[in-house]
C-alpha cells in the first residue's frame, strides 16, 4: 500500500525549529518530486515548498523563505522540512504530498500524507 506518513510535529515557542518528516511506504521517493502544503484553520491551503523539480532547484513560498529547508534522504526514502525562526502564524496543519514542482509553486499530485500539526504559541 502506497502512503505517504508525515512526523515530527508539535508545540513550539516563537523563534523555535522543527523537522518534519515525510517518510514514504511502498514507493520509492526517488522518482518523485515531493511538496509540503499548510492549511490553518479557516484559511485555504498554501503551498511551502517542493523540491525534484526537472532542474534541481527548490521552491519556497515567500512567507517561508529563508527560514524553511526542504531536503530528501533517499536511502531512508524520506523528506524533510526544517522550519526555522518560527512564527506565530506559521501556525498549521502540515501535509507532504508527491508534486510537479514548479518555480514559482507546488502542483499536488497523487499522494497526501495524513498530515501533522505544527503549532506556534508562547
Known amino acids: 500500500q502506497e502512503q505517504l506518513v508525515e512526523s515530527g510535529g508539535g508545540l513550539v515557542q516563537p523563534g523555535g525549529s522543527l523537522r518534519l518528516s515525510c517518510a514514504a511506504s511502498g514507493f520509492t521517493l526517488n522518482y518523485y518530486a515531493i511538496g509540503w502544503f499548510r492549511q490553518a484553520p479557516g484559511k485555504e491551503r498554501e503551498g511551502v515548498s517542493c523540491?525534484?523539480?526537472?532542474?534541481?532547484?527548490?521552491y519556497y513560498a515567500d512567507s517561508v523563505k529563508g527560514r524553511f529547508t526542504i531536503s530528501r534522504d533517499n536511502a531512508k526514502n524520506t523528506v524533510y522540512l526544517q522550519m526555522n525562526s518560527l512564527k506565530p502564524e506559521d501556525t498549521a496543519a502540515y501535509y507532504c504530498?508527491?508534486?510537479?514542482?514548479?518555480?514559482?509553486?507546488?502542483?499536488?499530485?497523487?499522494?497526501w500524507g495524513q498530515g501533522t500539526q505544527v503549532t506556534v504559541s508562547s
Open positions: 523540491e525534484g523539480s526537472s532542474d534541481g532547484s527548490a
Open positions: 504530498a508527491t508534486v510537479i514542482c514548479h518555480s514559482d509553486y507546488a502542483e499536488a499530485v497523487g499522494y
